[in-house]
């Protein structure tokens, strides 16, 4: 439901001790040392104790060296270096913040005093102190670096971009800047690009973090199918054998293994989000009239996590719940984003806020429940719940498994999507709900008007397949099954929605290699409003899901517009909610277990009108009240649930 898992590499250059066992570096900005021999001795046998992991030792050389020359900036930075590897900031920030005034022309120092800064959450100041080490020396990779990564935490990506693609020009081989220049990339839908910059990394550093995974997900956006099968097999094997093989959202697009995502979390996780070594919350018991519930997205606003959850917001009952939003993402100034705003006792955009900062205003409003609904989706920022702001910590909604980080207390879900012998596989605790566990857009309207089928670029004739998901959910052996259902049918065409040209030209010659005419093939142009988007289903005969990463809310959409959809259910969760959604709609003989039966079903159903229209007839007259079609019964059972846990607590 979040989108695309589109974040930087999310490493920084550290910062290395000075590499000599002989002299400090010199720098043409520094004033000649006019220290004693003897003196000289000290600073380079700290620098040899530092290099040599004693760090302790060299510590007390440092401080000894400065006490006759604080102004010395390799032992100022040496010193800093030794501040920051155990951990304290502020000591290294104050002996900074002195040593960049008295020494203002050696570009480490202000690196060092950057790096501290960014480190304490003073994004502005470090930004000018990486500026600073920048001017002084151009070509200073690491500070490029580190200030790329500090400018895309501040949502400044086209100036990161740049950062990074400064340091390639004088290492074009630097992996850090290759990794982080081709994730911007993907945020600016450079695909083609990321993917050059990805085949680079590989080339040159092939175990690089994640790169094997980020390139299989980035060629799957453009339906570029190359080395597919190699490639997914190479990806898997190293998620079982626990390397950082790839990133936990990309590998449900290639695998439908619940116990190989549980692998695939628990590695990320451990490595990206780790648990802090003291929890904000120490085990207090909050005394409230109401439970104060807080829900942290970057989606509160025109986005399918925004339109599941604001008819749920709105109908909290407001009794029981103070209700908090934690915005991580941007005001679009959308109708649904003012319907949101107004539905909570207090709203906090907290998107220039670091995550220590929200984190600690989540246990200063004392939180009861704090419900996460991004996981490791677009813009999520998993070390808020690091920090155990809260007593109850919940994974909900737009990141479909679990997170694999020890600190999520529970995950909401139901008896389709979760069944009881794959709990095993989540490190949540599972909760289920009565129903589906995907809330009802509500509010969400579809346009009286149905276009023709002219008007869509669609045959008048003909049986009209539709999958209006991502490119990255169409893996070859599902395409294969799509074009045997067109050679199947005489004179039926799919129905897609690419991003962009070069997915529809690759999607077109696959279907060409397949023998189909790629005139067959249409693609949909997008819509500025969703209410004429939604009307368009109307037109469609029978949607075909896509496997193993299932149609989510866009299999809910299809449905609210009364347009059946076959599914192939798999053995983890994102291959289990189309399934779980027709379930709740009462259609589960719609739901399929293997790619002979799905092929089967919508070839029957293709050559069925009458059995079609049943299925469309079933789903007009669909209970009045029913939880999948309405929030208000929908939030029954979420507010038994979210009571029942902050009684657990």
Known sequence: IGGGDRCDDGRIASLPPIMSSSAPPTSTAIPAAAEAPVDRTVLIQAIDLQNRGQAVQAEQLFLRYLQRHPDDPVALYSLAVVLLQRGDGGGAVALLDSGVRRVTGFAPLWFAHATALQGAGRRDEALQSYQRAIDLQPDYAEALINSGVLLREMHRHGEALLRFQRVLEVRPDDPMALSNSATLLTEFRRSAEAIAMLERLLACQPDYDYAAGMLCYERLHLCDWRDFDALSAQVIAGVRAGRRACKSLPLMAISDSAADQQRCARTFSAQRYPKAAQSLWRGERYRHDRIRLAYVSPDLREHPVGHLMAGIFEQHDRSRFELVAVSLGPDDGSRLRERMVRSFDHFIDARTMTSPQIAARLRE?????????????????????????????????????????????????????????????????????????????????????????????????????????????????????????????????????????????????????????????????????????????????????????????????????????????????????????????????????????????????????????????????????????????????????????????
């Open 365 to 649: 409003l004392e939180i009861d429940v704090a419900v996460d609904l991004a996981g490791y989706t677009a813009d999520s920022r998993n070390e808020i719940f690091g920090l155990r702001p809260a007593p109850v910590q919940v994974n909900y909604l737009g990141y479909p498994g679990t997170l694999g980080n020890g600190y999520m207390d529970y995950i909401l879900a139901d008896r389709h999507v979760i069944p009881p012998e794959q709990v095993r596989c989540y490190d949540e605790q599972v909760v289920y709900l009565p129903d589906a566990y995907l809330p009802p857009a509500s509010g969400l309207q579809i346009a009286e008007r149905t276009p023709t089928r002219a008007e869509c670029g669609l045959p008048e004739d003909g049986v009209v397949f539709c999958s209006f998901n991502h490119d990255y959910k169409i893996l070859p052996p599902l395409f294969a099954l799509w074009m045997r259902l067109l050679a199947a049918v005489p004179g039926s065409v799919l129905w897609l929605m690419s991003r962009n040209e070069i997915s529809q030209r690759n999607l077109r010659a696959s279907a060409a290699a397949h023998g189909i005419d790629p005139a067959r093939l249409v693609f949909a142009q997008r819509l500025p409003r969703v209410e004429d988007h939604l009307a368009r289903y109307r037109v469609a005969d029978l949607f075909l899901d896509t496997h193993p990463y299932n149609a989510h809310s866009t299999a809910a959409d299809a449905l609210l517009a009364g347009l059946p959809v076959v599914t192939c259910s798999g053995q983890a969760f994102p291959s289990r909610v189309a399934g779980s959604l027709l379930h709740a709609a009462g259609l589960p003989e719609l739901v399929t277990t293997s790619f002979a039966d799905y092929e089967a079903l919508a070839l029957a159903l293709a050559h069925d009108p009458a059995r079609r229209a049943a299925l469309r007839q079933r789903l007009a007259e669909r209970p009045p009240r029913h939880p999948f079609f309405h929030a208000r019964a929908f939030r029954r059972p979420l507010r038994t649930a979210l009571t029942a846990l902050w009684r657990q607590a």
